[in-house]
């Protein structure tokens, strides 16, 4: 449609080929090009905008092409942002272009030098955002490996590189001045944010000069090259290369095989050497020789200058095809000054094929830029520039996305300013970024600490064992009067009674002994009140008889006359298996009238007042149940763990190391009561802030401060003052608390398993903040919160693999082995279901007792089974004394 009616019907094939693009083809193109962003964009690692407010001086570096700006961009905020900028214009020489490496990132450094040195800022450090419009592969923010040069570029040992480590190479070998690189972006980018800054919709943005290039903000749950799901990040497409697969190959013209043949890089960037400023001049170069050859212009006349590569410059298509006669004149002033004698025909015919390389140019431009509009349908902004070019890409666009609203917004500022915006961001997070990464650092534990944490708890065990400093000792190392496991001959039915929380359990165990050897269980689980867990030690002991004897008319045995086993996790000291003075509580427990006294008395005494009969034959506590439990199963086991609300630890220790009780021969299970450890200062130097929050406001401070290091009742408020702390500083949640998550307890510890579960999702991440109330917060929030629950329970479980590691170094040592092969059995709910801990903690032990072979079991009937074990036993040799 854009040829001369005077022109002869035999120039119609010359143009059929760039002429043909109508809706229908470039509809195509659109399609073609949403099947590709899919699999071929790179992540700029863009995420965020302009909050808060940016201010301060900044450095900016725009290389694209054979010119490159240095800029200063000062960013005040009073009130009202203010950007002001200074530049300077350096050229690259073109044996730099195609030279050393080294050598061109030397001329850039030489570059910056002068400019700094010309507003008298060489001695400052400032930040630097470095605009490097080459197809690049990032990682993060500040690294950019070169894919491959384009526009004209062949330095060697550049590609494949790091080209911010290029530049800071070359500017330490100077030595004069030292600036911060924080951001390297393509123009696109630069471009965007520049425009972002002044209109906060633009998210696309969009390069028509030397060469060509677009972003903008895709979704992150498509971007499978980077971790996350939630939120926008802004991509670099470098879209000069759609075709290099043979995509456009039926749309590609005998003229633009010829330009990609001559190129530098022959098979490359195909989609912008038919559209961009650098081919452009030469695509009508090509058709104005070929027409010559035909005899279809200039009388068929050539010249050497038409005949050489590059004296058709891409300017003089912009000045040609302009509708007025002004546009004849300077085809003709063009044309005599490659040496032709043009006719006015040769005029009108040059016109045309201008105005039909930069039409096809501006259509496969849009039908592009469509598929990206297609991509994010409600994004309604972009930046471009162009005159003539521009009003038909906006004319295709909108012809061809009706259902898009889409402004265009031309950059005045290039994209340096953008680059210094991103850098302003960038320079703002990393200061973030560091301030909260100090705070996390001291809850990061080194080897030598752990290993010193080993070392101490190793010096308490010993203390607590000691009848000398047993009163001093904070792992007071309880003898539990448990000697022997069982044989294989026990037998009978008996109760269980398991109380060590907020929830209690009931059982009854039918223990078979022989070679049927089996143990069969029936149990049911009954809640304490708040009231009874705050109120008197009889009110307690009374609402526990009522639901055992629930369970006996549950069970159809109402009045039945059993031996129980009651597993009671609190400290106790005992002097017998059936007898249990209550040290103090913990886990939130505050009955009086306990402390101080037996609790198997306080049992019997509440039985009585029932007037039903149970004989209490023993008392044990949960670890010593789990270890009873677990040594069933593996005679290996002689050690019980527990890491659930509370935590604490049992194991078989030498009867002469035992000395709070008479005799040494043999061995007996001691209660570390390990919880405590640290009581008398022995963690201050491991302990944080928050930490000694969650002490204070706890109802025993100053109490069980290990345990409040690695239990599932602290863990999630621990998290919880850490992200009050982020907030209050404004590193998270844009500096805006929730009323909910001021709230103590708020923050469970079941959310620390959760959000560390590896199948989770960032957006379900999300979801539990918006349960605390934070329903603004983002995904860089999503990650931060990840990041401050995966810390806190990393810390919990290498405290707990030292204590372990300590123990099992104990008994190896007392048994004078080289090497140690033992179990461990463990129970506790933080241990089975949050995702990493147990594996960290088996970490931990292997790294910290070398020697020892430790293999974890973990319980699955509770410590409940294990106390009717011990009940079974202690009757089956009571029974055969009293024979």
Same mark, same amino acid.
């Given at each position: 449609?854009?040829?001369?009616?005077?022109?002869?019907?035999?120039?119609?094939?010359?143009?059929?080929?760039?002429?043909?693009?109508?809706?229908?083809?470039?509809?195509?193109?659109?399609?073609?090009?949403?099947?590709?962003?899919?699999?071929?964009?790179?992540?700029?690692?863009?995420?965020?905008?302009?909050?808060?407010?940016?201010?301060?001086?900044?450095?900016?570096?725009?290389?694209?092409?054979?010119?490159?700006?240095?800029?200063?961009?000062?960013?005040?905020?009073?009130?009202?942002?203010?950007?002001?900028?200074?530049?300077?214009?350096?050229?690259?020489?073109?044996?730099?272009?195609?030279?050393?490496?080294?050598?061109?990132?030397?001329?850039?450094?030489?570059?910056?030098?002068?400019?700094?040195?010309?507003?008298?800022?060489?001695?400052?450090?400032?930040?630097?955002?470095?605009?490097?419009?080459?197809?690049?592969?990032?990682?993060?923010?500040?690294?950019?490996?070169?894919?491959?040069?384009?526009?004209?570029?062949?330095?060697? /040992?550049? %590609? #494949? @590189?790091?080209? +911010?480590?290029?530049?800071?190479? $070359?500017?330490?070998?100077? =030595?004069?001045? *030292?600036?911060?690189?924080?951001?390297?972006?393509?123009?696109?980018?630069?471009?965007?944010?520049?425009?972002?800054?002044?209109?906060?919709?633009?998210?696309?943005?969009?390069?028509?000069?030397?060469?060509?290039?677009?972003?903008?903000?895709?979704?992150?749950?498509?971007?499978?090259?980077?971790? /996350?799901? %939630? #939120? @926008?990040?802004? +991509?670099?497409?470098?879209?000069? $290369?759609?075709?290099?697969? =043979?995509?456009? *190959?039926?749309?590609?013209?005998?003229?633009?095989?010829?330009?990609?043949?001559?190129?530098?890089?022959?098979?490359?960037?195909?989609?912008?050497?038919?559209?961009?400023?650098?081919?452009?001049?030469?695509?009508?170069?090509?058709?104005?020789?070929?027409?010559?050859?035909?005899?279809?212009?200039?009388?068929?006349?050539?010249?050497?200058?038409?005949?050489?590569?590059?004296?058709?410059?891409?300017?003089?298509?912009?000045?040609?095809?302009?509708?007025?006669?002004?546009?004849?004149?300077?085809?003709?002033?063009?044309?005599?000054?490659?040496?032709?004698?043009?006719?006015?025909?040769?005029?009108?015919?040059?016109?045309?094929?201008?105005?039909?390389?930069?039409?096809?140019?501006?259509?496969?431009?849009?039908?592009?830029?469509?598929?990206?509009?297609?991509?994010?349908?409600?994004?309604?902004?972009?930046?471009?520039?162009?005159?003539?070019?521009?009003?038909?890409?906006?004319?295709?666009?909108?012809?061809?996305?009706?259902?898009?609203?889409?402004?265009?917004?031309?950059?005045?500022?290039?994209?340096?300013?953008?680059?210094?915006?991103?850098?302003?961001?960038?320079?703002?997070?990393?200061?973030?970024?560091?301030?909260?990464?100090?705070?996390?650092?001291?809850?990061?534990?080194?080897?030598?600490?752990?290993?010193?944490?080993?070392?101490?708890?190793?010096?308490?065990?010993?203390?607590?064992?000691?009848?000398?400093?047993?009163?001093?000792?904070?792992?007071?190392?309880?003898?539990?009067?448990?000697?022997?496991?069982?044989?294989?001959?026990?037998?009978?039915?008996?109760?269980?009674?398991?109380?060590?929380?907020?929830?209690?359990?009931?059982?009854?165990?039918?223990?078979?002994?022989?070679?049927?050897?089996?143990?069969?269980?029936?149990?049911?689980?009954?809640?304490?009140?708040?009231?009874?867990?705050?109120?008197?030690?009889?009110?307690?002991?009374?609402?526990?008889?009522?639901?055992?004897?629930?369970?006996?008319?549950?069970?159809?045995?109402?009045?039945?006359?059993?031996?129980?086993?009651?597993?009671?996790?609190?400290?106790?000291?005992?002097?017998?298996?059936?007898?249990?003075?209550?040290?103090?509580?913990?886990?939130?427990?505050?009955?009086?009238?306990?402390?101080?006294?037996?609790?198997?008395?306080?049992?019997?005494?509440?039985?009585?007042?029932?007037?039903?009969?149970?004989?209490?034959?023993?008392?044990?506590?949960?670890?010593?149940?789990?270890?009873?439990?677990?040594?069933?199963?593996?005679?290996?086991?002689?050690?019980?763990?527990?890491?659930?609300?509370?935590?604490?630890?049992?194991?078989?220790?030498?009867?002469?190391?035992?000395?709070?009780?008479?005799?040494?021969?043999?061995?007996?299970?001691?209660?570390?009561?390990?919880?405590?450890?640290?009581?008398?200062?022995?963690?201050?130097?491991?302990?944080?802030?928050?930490?000694?929050?969650?002490?204070?406001?706890?109802?025993?401070?100053?109490?069980?401060?290990?345990?409040?290091?690695?239990?599932?009742?602290?863990?999630?408020?621990?998290?919880?003052?850490?992200?009050?702390?982020?907030?209050?500083?404004?590193?998270?949640?844009?500096?805006?608390?929730?009323?909910?998550?001021?709230?103590?307890?708020?923050?469970?510890?079941?959310?620390?398993?959760?959000?560390?579960?590896?199948?989770?999702?960032?957006?379900?991440?999300?979801?539990?903040?918006?349960?605390?109330?934070?329903?603004?917060?983002?995904?860089?929030?999503?990650?931060?919160?990840?990041?401050?629950?995966?810390?806190?329970?990393?810390?919990?479980?290498?405290?707990?693999?030292?204590?372990?590691?300590?123990?099992?170094?104990?008994?190896?040592?007392?048994?004078?082995?080289?090497?140690?092969?033992?179990?461990?059995?463990?129970?506790?709910?933080?241990?089975?279901?949050?995702?990493?801990?147990?594996?960290?903690?088996?970490?931990?032990?292997?790294?910290?007792?070398?020697?020892?072979?430790?293999?974890?079991?973990?319980?699955?009937?509770?410590?409940?089974?294990?106390?009717?074990?011990?009940?079974?036993?202690?009757?089956?040799?009571?029974?055969?004394?009293?024979?």
């Amino acid at each position: 449609r854009a040829i001369s009616r005077k022109s002869s019907d035999v120039r119609k094939p010359v143009f059929l080929k760039l002429c043909k693009s109508g809706s229908r083809d470039l509809a195509s193109i659109t399609f073609l090009l949403l099947a590709v962003i899919s699999i071929h964009v790179l992540g700029a690692n863009l995420q965020c905008f302009f909050y808060p407010p940016e201010k301060g001086d900044f450095l900016a570096l725009d290389l694209g092409g054979t010119n490159f700006r240095v800029l200063l961009v000062k960013v005040s905020d009073n009130g009202k942002q203010k950007v002001e900028m200074e530049n300077q214009i350096y050229a690259i020489p073109e044996e730099l272009m195609r030279g050393s490496g080294s050598e061109l990132f030397d001329h850039i450094a030489e570059c910056l030098a002068n400019f700094l040195e010309r507003l008298g800022i060489k001695n400052q450090k400032l930040p630097l955002g470095f605009t490097f419009s080459f197809p690049c592969q990032q990682t993060k923010l500040d690294e950019s490996i070169l894919v491959s040069w384009t526009k004209g570029f062949k330095s060697h /040992g550049v %590609e #494949g @590189r790091d080209v +911010v480590s290029l530049l800071r190479k $070359a500017i330490k070998k100077r =030595g004069d001045f *030292d600036i911060d690189i924080v951001a390297v972006i393509n123009d696109t980018v630069g471009t965007m944010m520049t425009c972002g800054y002044d209109d906060h919709h633009c998210e696309i943005g969009l390069i028509v000069g030397t060469g060509t290039n677009a972003c903008y903000m895709e979704e992150m749950r498509h971007l499978e090259l980077v971790e /996350g799901d %939630e #939120g @926008r990040m802004c +991509v670099n497409m470098e879209w000069g $290369a759609f075709g290099d697969d =043979g995509a456009l *190959d039926d749309l590609r013209t005998d003229f633009d095989r010829e330009i990609d043949a001559g190129s530098l890089n022959p098979g490359k960037q195909l989609f912008e050497k038919m559209i961009s400023g650098m081919y452009m001049g030469e695509l009508v170069r090509l058709i104005l020789v070929k027409m010559a050859k035909e005899d279809l212009a200039f009388k068929g006349h050539t010249t050497p200058d038409l005949l050489t590569t590059g004296h058709f410059q891409t300017s003089f298509v912009s000045a040609i095809e302009n509708d007025k006669s002004e546009g004849l004149v300077s085809a003709e002033k063009v044309l005599r000054g490659l040496g032709l004698d043009p006719s006015g025909e040769d005029c009108v015919a040059t016109q045309r094929v201008c105005q039909v390389v930069s039409t096809r140019a501006a259509h496969l431009c849009a039908a592009t830029l469509v598929s990206v509009l297609r991509q994010i349908r409600d994004n309604k902004a972009l930046c471009l520039s162009s005159p003539r070019f521009a009003r038909r890409l906006h004319k295709m666009v909108r012809r061809l996305v009706p259902d898009c609203d889409v402004r265009f917004l031309r950059s005045e500022d290039g994209s340096g300013k953008g680059a210094a915006m991103v850098t302003a961001v960038a320079y703002r997070l990393a200061t973030q970024h560091a301030e909260r990464q100090r705070v996390l650092d001291a809850l990061r534990l080194s080897r030598e600490q752990l290993l010193e944490v080993k070392r101490r708890m190793g010096e308490e065990i010993n203390r607590g064992l000691a009848k000398e400093s047993h009163d001093q000792a904070t792992v007071k190392m309880l003898p539990t009067y448990v000697r022997s496991t069982p044989d294989g001959t026990e037998h009978g039915d008996f109760l269980a009674l398991d109380l060590g929380g907020t929830n209690f359990r009931v059982l009854l165990v039918r223990v078979r002994g022989g070679k049927r050897r089996s143990v069969e269980m029936h149990n049911k689980i009954y809640a304490i009140p708040q009231e009874a867990m705050q109120g008197t030690g009889e009110e307690l002991f009374d609402h526990i008889v009522h639901c055992i004897a629930d369970f006996l008319e549950y069970m159809g045995m109402k009045g039945a006359s059993l031996p129980l086993g009651f597993t009671f996790s609190f400290p106790c000291h005992q002097n017998k298996l059936d007898q249990g003075i209550l040290l103090k509580w913990t886990k939130g427990f505050k009955a009086t009238g306990c402390e101080g006294e037996d609790v198997v008395s306080l049992l019997k005494d509440a039985i009585h007042r029932r007037e039903f009969d149970l004989d209490v034959v023993a008392v044990v506590n949960d670890t010593v149940g789990t270890m009873m439990t677990c040594g069933y199963e593996d005679p290996l086991c002689e050690v019980g763990l527990i890491v659930g609300t509370g935590t604490n630890a049992c194991y078989m220790e030498e009867m002469q190391n035992v000395e709070l009780v008479e005799g040494d021969e043999g061995r007996m299970c001691v209660n570390m009561e390990w919880g405590a450890f640290g009581d008398h200062g022995e963690l201050d130097d491991f302990s944080t802030e928050f930490d000694r929050a969650v002490d204070d406001c706890a109802t025993n401070p100053g109490k069980q401060r290990y345990e409040k290091m690695i239990s599932g009742m602290y863990l999630g408020e621990i998290v919880r003052n850490i992200l009050l702390e982020f907030t209050a500083k404004g590193l998270l949640f844009r500096g805006k608390l929730s009323e909910r998550l001021k709230t103590r307890g708020i923050f469970e510890t079941k959310f620390l398993s959760q959000i560390e579960s590896d199948r989770l999702a960032l957006r379900q991440v999300r979801s539990i903040l918006q349960h605390l109330g934070l329903t603004s917060s983002t995904c860089d929030d999503s990650i931060l919160v990840k990041e401050v629950c995966s810390v806190v329970a990393r810390r919990a479980a290498q405290l707990c693999g030292a204590g372990l590691a300590a123990v099992v170094d104990k008994i190896r040592q007392n048994r004078n082995l080289s090497e140690l092969k033992i179990t461990v059995g463990v129970d506790g709910t933080l241990y089975k279901l949050h995702p990493h801990f147990s594996s960290i903690m088996h970490e931990t032990v292997r790294d910290l007792a070398p020697q020892c072979e430790v293999t974890f079991l973990q319980s699955e009937d509770g410590s409940g089974k294990g106390a009717a074990l011990i009940t079974a036993v202690a009757c089956r040799i009571r029974d055969a004394g009293q024979r």
